[in-house]
Structure formats: structure tokens, C-alpha cells
């Protein structure tokens, strides 16, 4: 049987005016801002309108360790959204945007897939409503600021050995990792050693996507430390006077994006932080809203549950009061296979014990997301080449776990392949009374929450932290920023820092290479192991690839 591909599907789609969908979930057309006829951002007085009606459901999708067998998490988001609109519930979907390093990258687009997706795709995937371009201005007209103040004599005594804002662009572009600025004479400046960050690991992102509205927004924007004077005293960006400037740059950014999935049902999509080097979940405020609009919200967070779970409930719940009535854990038959030892080309041929093998990885999951106090559904995102012994063998795992998994159709039919999961997920949201709670306390030690989230997390026996680090840490505390959560950098692919180590490893070490004060977004960044703040193009970049037809279509996206 043919199937397909994804951008056939997408160019297919029989899209709704923007101004429909919005109705759907009682947003006037008055207070749509439209991007074309299928996008709109949604108003600041319509958000701030709705503050007051009760919230729904949210509902996090979250999944195993990725492998290049591919995983489906948006795609299961996307198909659970529809599946709950399908069984008569009033579902939204929030997701973040992608960005354009990885779409040229790797990774390729990041709307769903199959018919479970959203668009307009090709939009979504490239410069969208222009949210990105926003923020990396943003960040760069700080950047800018800092050195000009240091130019023009240096009021507040910066020691430009300790300026810690770096600079940002959205690709991956390893070359500027690390640099050296203001060469060429006085004219110039005064040269130092900088680097380049990608757009989605900046601080002015993971603001945008905590931020409650403006107001905080400006204030957390001012409160971000760029340098530190020789005495070691914080230099803020409101003492640079960019705070300001940069709400101003940030103002349309801050209101979330409205879309469609290809079954009509409505989609915020917003923000963009990665999960392996910041907190990876959509805005608050885009997250927050669609709770005051519909009874259920079905959510994603990025990466394996190590990593985009854990923040979702230590981060993002903790600051901005959320708590999730069930959490849906995506699997494939195809990952079980390739975390129990069978490589990519040999996927195909059916393996029962490779399955039972590699569904450690699988239980590990389960057991970290229970640990929250939330209600766990396993999804088995089905493959034509899953065979019934092989999906029976890890519905038969996971019922030893004490949660149970579905087996969820929607790449190949939609809601209708979803609804099975959509029926028992609203019965558990409903009928479960979750007891969440984050793993750890505001007031632990900064090097408690490390090992905290290590050892129980990640499994780890220890956390290598050199002195530097735990002097870091113990300074920032003496700031008042201890009671910080903490946000771990680290390879998506495996529990370790060893992006090869697949499965439930254990006897093993986590070292920490170096530790950012995020003091506007409200966290510490602990980067572990050999991850980059700004990753590099493969051998052979997708973008070898991407152009227009004839037609002047995209091709290569997907």
C-alpha cells in the first residue's frame, strides 16, 4: 500500500479562515491580529479578558529517549488534540515553533506528520509570524548596548573579561562558538573573547516563554545579568537601559500564534526553547490561555521525559502554577527495537525480544514521570512493520509497570486512529485526582537540585563538578538566587551524557562542564557532558536539499 508523504498531506489540506478557528474557542475576529488568511496572533486585551474563566485540563505529551528510528511526540500532540475534538471534547493543541537551525540542519520540519499535522507547514517551519526574528533582535540590540556603554567609558566599570552575555543567531553555525569581537582598532572598541548561542538557547527566549504578559516580561528582561564588575557585583540589563527597548522589539512576539491542525481543530504555536540546552516548552502564556478556552489542552514537551518532562514540572509548572492532569509517554515499536540492540536498517523484520529488551528505556520513563505524582498513558505510536506480538509485548510491559499503553493510529488515519487514546485520556484527567509536585524545593541547595535531578532522574551514582562550579554556585546563592530550579544541558539521546549509551544505563557519572545564571528567565542552566550551545550542521545538511519546485512550492522541508 502507497502511502503519502507528509507534505503531500499538508499541500492537501483543506484549510479554514483564521477568523473560524478562533471561533471555535470564542476569540472575536476583532481580536485576531492575522498573518495572511490561516495565522493570526491573538490580542493582549482578549488574553487579559479571559483571566478570570475556569481552566481545563492540560495534558503533557512527553516520550522516550529519541532515536533515529524517530519517535512521533509533535505527531501524537497533534493526533491526541484532534482525537479528544473527534470523541466530542473541546481540545486545544499548544506547541512551539521550530527553529531554523535544525530545519536546515538535520531534523527537518516540526508540524506532526502523516494526519496528524499543523499548518500552513511551511510557514510554521521557516519565518512563521516573525517571533524568532523579534527575539534575536532583541538580544542582539543588548548585545550591541553592552559594548557601545563600554565604548563610550565605561560607567558602570564593566570588567570586559567577565561580560557574559553572548551573542546569538538562529542556525547552526559551529564557527562562531567562540570569538573574538571588536578587532580593528580603537575605532572599534575593545577586543574580547565572546561566542555565539542559537536563537532557541537564549535567555531573551526562555523569558518570552515564562513571561505572564509585558509588565513581566520588561522586568525579567532587566533583571538578566550580562557582565560583572571587577568586585564581581551583577551588571543588569536595566543598568545597560535595554530593557525597555527590547519589550518595545518583543511586543507583537509576546501574543501567541493561532493555527489549524488538517482536521480543523485550533493549534497554538509558540516559543521555541530546545530541551536539551533550555527549558523546551511553549509559552506560559500561550498554554495559560488556551486553559481559559478549552477543557482540554494537550501540550508537548521537547526530547525524551529526562529531559523536557522534568523541566516541564520542576520549570515551567512550578513558576507559573500548573499542573498537568495526565501525562501521555510516546513510544514506537521501532525505538523498543533500537534501544534492545537492533540497528535502523533491520527495523523492519519483527523482533519480540529486541522489544522486551529495549523497553527498559521505556520503564525508566514511566517510573520518572510517576515520581511527579501524575497519571502515566503510554501511546504506541504505530509503524505499518509493527507486527501484533511485537505491540503486545509492550502493552504486556507496561502493564507490569502499573500504567497501560494504546495503540494510536493517528499518522495513518487521523482522529479516527487516536480516538481509543482521546477516550482514555479524558477518563483519567477527569476521573484521576493528580497529586503533582516537583521533585525537588525552592530552597535546596543549587548542588542538591543538580544531583537530585541526576540520581533520580538520569539514575546517575554521581555529578563531577569541579570547584569552580561549586564556588559558582555557592556565590549565586549568596546573591539570593538559590532558591532557583535548575535547568540541565545535555544529549537527548541517552540518560548519560553519552549520547550512544541507549536503553536504562547505570554506573555512571554526570559531569557538569559549566554552570549560566538565567537570573530574568529564573534559572540556573547546567551545561553537562560535550552538549553545545550551538550546535553544527551534519555532514550532509538538510538544506542540500530544500528548494522550490516549478511550482514554487517547498520541497525538502519534510
Not at 477568523?19 to 476583532?30: F, T
Not at 524545593?441 to 546517575?460: F, G, H, N, S, W
Amino acid at each position: 500500500m502507497a502511502f503519502k508523504t507528509d507534505i503531500q498531506i499538508a499541500r492537501e489540506a483543506k484549510k479554514r479562515p483564521i477568523q473560524e478557528i478562533g471561533e471555535k474557542l470564542g476569540i472575536g475576529s476583532d481580536d485576531l491580529l492575522p498573518y495572511g488568511h490561516d495565522k493570526a496572533k491573538v490580542s493582549q486585551t482578549f488574553i487579559d479578558g479571559v483571566q478570570k474563566n475556569s481552566n481545563g485540563k492540560l495534558i503533557l505529551v512527553t516520550a522516550i529517549n529519541p532515536t533515529p528510528a524517530g519517535e512521533g511526540k509533535t505527531t501524537t500532540t497533534v493526533g491526541l488534540g484532534d482525537g479528544l475534538n473527534r470523541i466530542g471534547k473541546k481540545a486545544a493543541v499548544c506547541i512551539r515553533e521550530a527553529s531554523l537551525g535544525p530545519n536546515f540542519g538535520m531534523k527537518g520540519g516540526a508540524a506532526g506528520g502523516g494526519y496528524a499535522q499543523i499548518v500552513p507547514m511551511e510557514e510554521m517551519n521557516l519565518h512563521f509570524t516573525g517571533d524568532f526574528h523579534a527575539i534575536t533582535s532583541a538580544h542582539s540590540l543588548l548585545s550591541a548596548m553592552i559594548d557601545n556603554h563600554i565604548y563610550w567609558g565605561n560607567e558602570l566599570e564593566i570588567d570586559t573579561r567577565r561580560v557574559v552575555w553572548r551573542r546569538i543567531v538562529d542556525m547552526n553555525d559551529r564557527a562562531l562558538r567562540q570569538i573574538t569581537a571588536s578587532l580593528g582598532g580603537v575605532a572599534n572598541g575593545f577586543p574580547r573573547e565572546t561566542g555565539f548561542d542559537i536563537t532557541v538557547a537564549s535567555e531573551v527566549m526562555a523569558i518570552l516563554c515564562l513571561a505572564r504578559n509585558l509588565e513581566d516580561l520588561q522586568k525579567r528582561l532587566g533583571d538578566m545579568i550580562v557582565a560583572y564588575r571587577r568586585d564581581k557585583t551583577p551588571v543588569f540589563a536595566r543598568d545597560i537601559k535595554a530593557d525597555g527597548a527590547m519589550t518595545v522589539l518583543l511586543k507583537d512576539a509576546m501574543q501567541p500564534n493561532l493555527v489549524q491542525t488538517l482536521e480543523n481543530n485550533p493549534a497554538f504555536v509558540h516559543g521555541g526553547p530546545f530541551a536539551n540546552i533550555a527549558h523546551g516548552c511553549n509559552s506560559v502564556i500561550a498554554t495559560t490561555t488556551a486553559l481559559k478556552l478549552a477543557d482540554y489542552v494537550v501540550t508537548e514537551a521537547g526530547f525524551g521525559a529526562d529531559l523536557g518532562a522534568e523541566k516541564f514540572m520542576n520549570i515551567k509548572c512550578r513558576k507559573a502554577g500548573l499542573a498537568p492532569s495526565c501525562v501521555v509517554l510516546v513510544a514506537t515499536v521501532r525505538a523498543m527495537k533500537m534501544n534492545g540492540g537492533v540497528v535502523k536498517a533491520d527495523l523492519g523484520a519483527e523482533n519480540v525480544d529486541a522489544v522486551k529488551k529495549g523497553c527498559a528505556n521505556l520503564g525508566r520513563h514511566i517510573e520518572n514521570v510517576k515520581s511527579f505524582g501524575v497519571p502515566v498513558v503510554v501511546a504506541i505510536n504505530h509503524f505499518v512493520t509493527d507486527t501484533d506480538a511485537e505491540v503486545d509485548a509492550v502493552k504486556e510491559y507496561v502493564k507490569g509497570q502499573g500504567s497501560e499503553a494504546i495503540l494510536s493510529r493517528h499518522w495513518e488515519l487521523g482522529s479516527e486512529g487516536s480516538a481509543d487514546l482521546a477516550t482514555r485520556v479524558a477518563e483519567i484527567a477527569d476521573g484521576e485526582s493528580a497529586n503533582f509536585s516537583p521533585i525537588y524545593p525552592d530552597e535546596m541547595p543549587l548542588m542538591q537540585k543538580i544531583e537530585t535531578v541526576a540520581k533520580r532522574i538520569y539514575r546517575a551514582d554521581e555529578v563531577l563538578a569541579d570547584q569552580k562550579v561549586r564556588n559558582q554556585l555557592k556565590e549565586w546563592e549568596a546573591q539570593g538566587y538559590g532558591n532557583l530550579p535548575i535547568c540541565m544541558a545535555k544529549t537527548q539521546y541517552s540518560f548519560t551524557t553519552d549520547p550512544d549509551r541507549r536503553g536504562a544505563p547505570t554506573g555512571f557519572s554526570v559531569p557538569v562542564r559549566e554552570v549560566r545564571l538565567s537570573a530574568g528567565a529564573g534559572f540556573v542552566v547546567v551545561i553537562c557532558g560535550e552538549i553545545m550551545t550551538m550546535p553544527g550542521l551534519p555532514r550532509v545538511p538538510s538544506a542540500e536539499n530544500i528548494r522550490l519546485n516549478a511550482d514554487g512550492d517547498v520541497e525538502g522541508l519534510f
